[in-house]
């Protein structure tokens, strides 16, 4: 039976890797834990209750403060629990507008990273955007 890191998210059935579908390599573990540590809310994760930048709770934010706070929350979380990566660039961009419908406003707030995994001098990127109507 071939082994991996964890299982890829989301899990998926996998006959030739066992249960579940695996991540292989350092790149696709890398950057499955980072997108968790960034969408995952502080208290979320059971017995590590600081773990997660919560993106999200940024949504309704003044643009200047949550583009401002999501940047030092990930440098801060980058540096306790993913201290194996460097951040290389870090871009975030908030954006609200009238929704399609004029049912409300839709929020967004983009994430554009490039971060540098040490030990195996290995570039990626990682971006993400989080969505909300109000």
Do not use: C, W
Request: proline share 3%.
């Amino acid at each position: 039976m071939p082994t991996g890191f964890d299982a890829s998210l989301p899990l998926k059935s996998d006959d030739t890797a066992g249960f579940y579908t695996l991540n292989y390599s350092v790149k696709q573990n890398t950057h499955q834990k980072l997108k968790m540590l960034l969408l995952t809310a502080p208290g979320e994760r059971i017995m590590i209750p600081k773990y997660g930048v919560g993106m999200r709770r940024f949504l309704f934010e003044n643009s200047n403060n949550a583009e401002l706070a999501v940047v030092e929350k990930i440098r801060e979380q980058v540096g306790i629990f993913m201290k194996g990566i460097k951040i290389v660039t870090l871009n975030v961009k908030k954006d609200s507008r009238t929704s399609v419908a004029n049912i409300g406003q839709k929020h967004i707030l983009y994430l554009k990273m490039t971060y540098l995994i040490k030990g195996i001098n290995l570039i990626d990127t990682i971006q993400l955007a989080e969505t909300q109507l109000s």
